[in-house]
């Protein structure tokens, strides 16, 4: 329990909490005024059952006397008027409470949600090498609000109806100390049972919820981001009832978590109102004057009206949260215990603010290694080479021979596991790497393109009213993308292109990937098989506006097509993780014979 309640504080904010403590002094009073509002009732019923009482009992004689009351009448008036303002301050003070309640929980859901997102934003990227985006965005979308509803939201009510349920019970005891603890023993004894019995069937009802839940989302995103293959493989069927078979899991773990918690309720009020008739019984056993009777009754019928369902809250309060105890383990883990974790919205850097790493002397990689987590062989080994500003550097080599993770490591994506990445004589890490990347554009093998404008897609991420126009025609030119546009496009610029670019060919996609790198007119320009999907003659039309760039960008491009790289000052080969060659074109060409038989079959 205490671990459980250390954990969700460790989620919250230091407002949050202090908003949690308002909430819970607001509970607590709420719970006062609930009772008072029971209490009320007694004076009220007794003057009904006998109105002798009004001059037999001390406080209602004094009220009686102090307000000049006449009549019998005018007086259970008046003490009807109290009690129904009471029951309204009563309920306007819990209107007030579940009001701050949901402003609260909504309000966090969105907050501890944006820390989710932030906190998996600040993560290195070789922590996504390993981590399932469907996953991640089910975090964030659904289980931030599991965490609020399944363990806050219920703590809250377990606590308010706890206190509310020891104020009941005390004022009972004091009625009658044998009605009292026989209620505590019944009704209290029968929860308890029924608790102890399912306690741990709720966790692994939660644990499977969980998993039945990610389940759920991955076949989901997999059916949809792979529907070009679903639907020549004609695979729709296996992937609905794959998504079926997850959700119905889901829907029928929920459904039983909602018997567990709800069904006692009715076997708890048979016994309750059981119970009201022995007291019934035994009241009218042991006092013969049924006058004196009802007000007792009354007290047991409002009390019990109060008290079930505070104790049916309570074990349903407690079910949810056992239930979504692995939710708050997951949120815990991906928010609190990562290296970053002290404040992701803070560890998320606004990157447009920093300085560019200078670069005007040399780009080194000295004796740099890199090892995949988990793999058994580095993808790269002892890699030193030196490229100096304003050259253009080729990397060629066999699929899987260590050129994409070479290229992640200059970008500062992957750190190495040995030697370094240097800068004019600097290191690039940790803190450095942001600044370093100020310097680069990067067209990755795959383009990732969003449901936006032409315009949106070259100023990726940059804020509307922010978006350079010029560049983003200048970059559109040198991608050789401004007739396509202009020419092709109903709304040029401003025409949205579809989820990752669905309404687009192979080649377009490229070309905007490349007018992206190049809208922010990098130092650096690197492209992994940037131009692949280009017929011969747009990506000759692409590299020859690329060479106008040359000597006055670096520019690193990996290719499978020698006569990609052939204009490069140095190309350098690889072979399983190592540069087993470097030279120009020509010096290759004399030199190596793998390079002589890959320009030999035009590769
Ligand atoms: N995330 C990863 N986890 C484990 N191993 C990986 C990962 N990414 C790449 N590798 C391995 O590292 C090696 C080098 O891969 P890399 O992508 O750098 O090669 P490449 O030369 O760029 O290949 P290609 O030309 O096919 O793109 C390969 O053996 C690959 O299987």
Redesign the pocket.
């Known amino acids: 329990m205490l671990v459980t309640i250390r954990k969700m504080f460790d989620l919250l904010s230091k407002r949050e909490k202090i908003q949690l403590y308002v909430q819970f002094v607001a509970l607590v009073s709420m719970a006062f005024v609930e009772m008072a509002g029971i209490a009320s009732i007694l004076p009220f019923m007794a003057v009904v059952a006998n109105p002798g009482v009004i001059r037999t009992n001390r406080w209602l004689k004094h009220a009686y006397d102090f307000f000049q009351f006449s009549s019998l009448q005018s007086f259970l008036f008046f003490l009807g008027i109290v009690v129904l303002g009471l029951m309204v301050f009563s309920n306007l003070f819990k209107a007030l409470t579940t009001w701050l309640t949901l402003r609260y929980d909504n309000r966090l859901n969105y907050n501890l949600a944006r820390r989710l997102l932030a906190a998996y934003l600040s993560r290195p990227y070789e922590f996504f ?1 390993n981590r399932n985006t469907a996953e991640m965005g089910k975090n964030v979308l659904s289980e931030a609000r599991t965490v609020i509803a399944g363990i806050l939201s219920p703590g809250m009510q377990l606590l308010s109806s706890s206190l509310l349920c020891i104020f009941i019970m005390a004022f009972l005891m004091v009625v009658d100390p044998f009605v009292a603890v026989a209620i505590i023993v019944v009704l209290g004894g029968s929860y308890g049972a029924i608790y102890l019995v399912v306690r741990r069937r709720l966790v692994r009802i939660g644990r499977e919820q969980v998993e039945a839940n990610t389940m759920k989302f991955k076949a989901a995103s997999e059916a949809l981001s792979g529907i070009k293959d679903l639907k020549i493989l004609g695979r729709e069927r296996v992937f609905l009832d794959r998504f079926a078979a997850h959700a119905l899991r889901h829907a029928r773990r929920n459904a039983t978590v909602g018997v567990i918690s709800q069904l006692p309720r009715y076997a708890l009020e048979t016994i309750a109102f059981g119970g009201i008739l022995l007291i019934v019984i035994y009241s009218l056993e042991s006092e013969k004057d049924v006058g004196k009777i009802v007000p007792l009754l009354s007290i047991y019928a409002f009390a019990g009206y109060r008290l079930m369902p505070a104790l049916q809250q309570i074990f349903a309060s407690i079910s949810a949260v056992r239930v979504s105890l692995p939710t708050l383990e997951i949120l815990h883990q991906d928010m609190c215990e990562s290296p970053l974790s002290a404040d992701p919205d803070v560890a998320v850097v606004d990157a447009q603010s920093l300085k560019p790493l200078p670069f005007t002397q040399k780009l080194v990689l000295e004796g740099v290694s890199f090892r ?1 987590a988990g ?1 058994q062989e580095p ?1 790269v080994k002892e890699i030193s080479l030196t490229i100096s500003p304003n050259t253009s550097i080729g990397l060629v ?1 066999a ?7 070479t290229v992640d490591i200059i970008l500062g994506l992957l750190s190495p596991t040995q030697g370094q990445l240097l800068v004019d004589g600097s290191e690039v890490s940790g803190d450095t790497v942001a600044n370093w990347q100020r310097n680069l554009g990067y067209v990755p ?1 795959h383009i990732y393109l969003c449901d936006d404008t032409i315009t949106r897609n070259i100023a990726f991420g940059v804020p509307e009213e922010d978006v350079d126009m010029e560049a983003v025609i200048r970059a559109a030119r040198i991608a050789n993308l401004n007739e396509f546009i202009e020419q092709e496009l109903p709304n040029g610029f401003e025409t949205v292109i579809g989820e990752r670019g669905v309404r687009l060919s192979g080649g377009q996609r490229q070309r905007i990937g490349i007018a992206r790198a190049l809208y922010r007119n990098p130092v650096v320009l690197i492209m992994d098989e940037a131009t692949s999907a280009l017929d011969g003659i747009t990506e000759e039309a692409v590299m020859d506006a690329l060479r106008t760039l040359s000597g006055e960008k670096t520019i690193i491009m ?1 290719a499978h097509r020698l006569t990609t790289v052939k204009d490069c000052d140095i190309i350098y080969h ?1 072979e399983h993780g190592h540069i087993v060659n470097q030279g120009s074109y020509d010096e290759l060409l004399g030199s190596s014979a793998w390079f002589q038989a890959a320009a030999r079959t035009g590769t």
């Open positions: 090498l995949y793999a993808a080599g699929t899987g021979s260590g050129k994409t993770t093998q990996i690889m």
